[in-house]
């Protein structure tokens, strides 16, 4: 019995010690924290004047110096279209910085994507550029963004992963559908190709280009009737 009753109490001690830590990760690595971005631009500016574009990357209450990819894309109100992307670089204690001008009057949004440590966030703010010009309508419902990315180089007959990150309400969006309808200028036929949900907002798509050429990549993000929407980007294929 007293053998017996040790061996109870050794068991008990180890399961006692295996309960503990439970900030570890499935495969027993840490837990990470996620990363936080905050944009730093003035409410308002001069036509034609410099502005500064900043954002705040931190993770937990440590700065963020070593992100994957960090730039800006700033486009009319209203008009995603005509978006342009302004690359950031790192300044300080995880800020990064990146300069713009604004040519015309009017609303503008300015939002960061920022890629670090295997996490992807899209934070975003408006600037108004002197009176504000005619900009005042805009679209009911929810506030969905979509960033799509590519491989640097895409080489015909090979097969190519793209990523597209999805927020809504300023939250990644999961269990969302994502296609890419993807077409060259003067053929007829789209191709369709769905996206596979790896989790936390982000979806992957593969696909292979049967030729060199410029395409059309239209992104289509649908989530019942709640979500249904959709942004143009083109890329060269070697």
């Not at 007293?2 to 068991?11: F, I, S």
């Not at 309960?19 to 936080?36: A, H, L, V």
């Not at 900043?54 to 209450?61: E, K, R």
């Amino acid at each position: 019995m007293k053998k017996a009753w040790m061996v109870l109490m050794g068991t008990a001690i180890i399961l006692a010690a295996c309960g503990q830590g439970n900030d570890k990760s499935s495969d027993g690595g840490e837990m990470q924290k996620p990363i936080d971005a905050q944009i730093d631009i003035p409410k308002q500016a001069d036509k034609g004047e410099k502005v500064t574009l900043a954002v705040t990357v931190t993770q937990g209450d440590k700065a963020v110096d070593d992100a994957g990819e960090l730039e800006f894309e700033v486009w009319p109100k209203d008009k995603k279209e005509d978006s342009k992307v302004v690359e950031a670089k790192h300044d300080k204690e995880g800020l990064y910085k990146g300069e713009t001008t604004f040519d015309q009057d009017g609303t503008y949004v300015v939002q960061a994507h920022v890629t670090a440590r295997d996490m992807h966030t899209m934070p975003k703010e408006e600037i108004t550029i002197g009176n504000g010009g005619d900009h005042e309508h805009h679209h009911e419902g929810s506030d969905t963004s979509i960033h799509f990315m590519a491989p640097e180089e895409l080489n015909a007959s090979q097969d190519e992963v793209f990523t597209v990150h999805v927020e809504n309400d300023k939250k990644p969006l999961t269990g969302a559908e994502v296609r890419l309808e993807i077409s060259q200028e003067g053929v007829e036929k789209h191709e369709w190709i769905d996206g596979t949900e790896k989790g936390n907002g982000e979806y992957e798509v593969k696909h292979t280009f049967p030729e060199a050429g410029e395409y059309m990549v239209k992104v289509h993000v649908t989530k019942g009737d709640e979500v249904h929407d959709h942004i143009m980007e083109t890329v060269k294929v070697d």
